[in-house]
Nanobody
Framework: QVQLVESGGGLVQPGGSLRLSCAAS????????MAWYRQAPGKQRELVAS???????NYAGSVKGRCTISRDNTKNTVYLQMNSMKPEDSAVYSC???????????WGQGTQVTVSS
């Protein structure tokens, strides 16, 4: 059974930083592309950042330069470092994985991030 467990969410002040983690189990992590999505109330879910199995990164324009996605294949974990955070970054952030051998998609439960003073 594949599980994606996010952690690191919480309340942060504008301009602050936060690092999200997503620990994967039940999946061949090194063969998976990983991503972070977010969804704010009343808005559609949007891709924040993705990282391929080779480490290639992709970012939404709204976070480019402020966020860094990374992966540690020895820990089966993907990270999202967010800096210079803005109130509009407030959302539920969800981890996403796609197995590149089976093309099956998996989602985490999500973690709430709130940017507010």
């Amino acid at each position: 059974q594949v599980q994606l467990v996010e952690s690191g969410g919480g309340l942060v002040q504008p301009g602050g930083s936060l690092r999200l983690s997503c620990a994967a189990s039940g999946i061949i992590f090194s063969d998976a592309a990983m991503a972070w999505y977010r969804q704010a109330p009343g808005k559609q879910r949007e891709l924040v950042a993705s990282i391929g199995k080779s480490g290639s990164e992709n970012y939404a324009g709204s976070v480019k330069g402020r966020c860094t996605i990374s992966r540690d294949n020895t820990k089966n974990t993907v990270y999202l470092q967010m800096n210079s955070m803005k109130p509009e970054d407030s959302a539920v952030y969800s981890c996403y994985a796609v197995s590149l051998s089976s093309m099956r998609v998996y989602w985490g439960q999500g973690t709430q991030v709130t940017v507010s003073s």
